[in-house]
Nanobody
Framework: QVQLVESGGGLVQAGGSLRLSCAAS????????MGWYRQAPGKQRELVAT???????TYADSVKGRFTISRDNAKNTVVLQMSSLKPKDTANYYC?????????WGKGTLVTVSS
């Protein structure tokens, strides 16, 4: 069983920055990668960024150059640094962990960007 706890969401003005953190615990042996997804009201959940155990990263085109994902393997923590935020970045952000091709999800943290 894997537990994921997100923190760092909140309200920020457009152009501002936020830092999301996700701590993984439990049976985390065999992690392939971790990442962040988001879901805006009325929309499907979408990929934001992922990072592998080796440090390779992927980003959605919409966040490239503005968001940075990083990971502390020793602490089993993944961080999403978000800058130049836009109102369209408003969503619930979910931490995800992939282990043996199975995804586990956190409960999400709300990010609201005001114009």
């Amino acid at each position: 069983q894997v537990q994921l706890v997100e923190s760092g969401g909140g309200l920020v003005q457009a152009g501002g920055s936020l830092r999301l953190s996700c701590a993984a615990s439990g049976n985390i042996f065999g992690i392939n990668y971790m990442g962040w997804y988001r879901q805006a009201p009325g929309k499907q959940r979408e990929l934001v960024a992922t990072i592998t155990i080796g440090g390779s990263t992927t980003y959605a085109d919409s966040v490239k150059g503005r968001f940075t994902i990083s990971r502390d393997n020793a602490k089993n923590t993944v961080v999403l640094q978000m800058s130049s935020l836009k109102p369209k970045d408003t969503a619930n952000y979910y931490c995800m962990l992939n282990k043996f091709s199975i995804n586990s999800w956190g409960k999400g943290t709300l990010v609201t960007v005001s114009s």
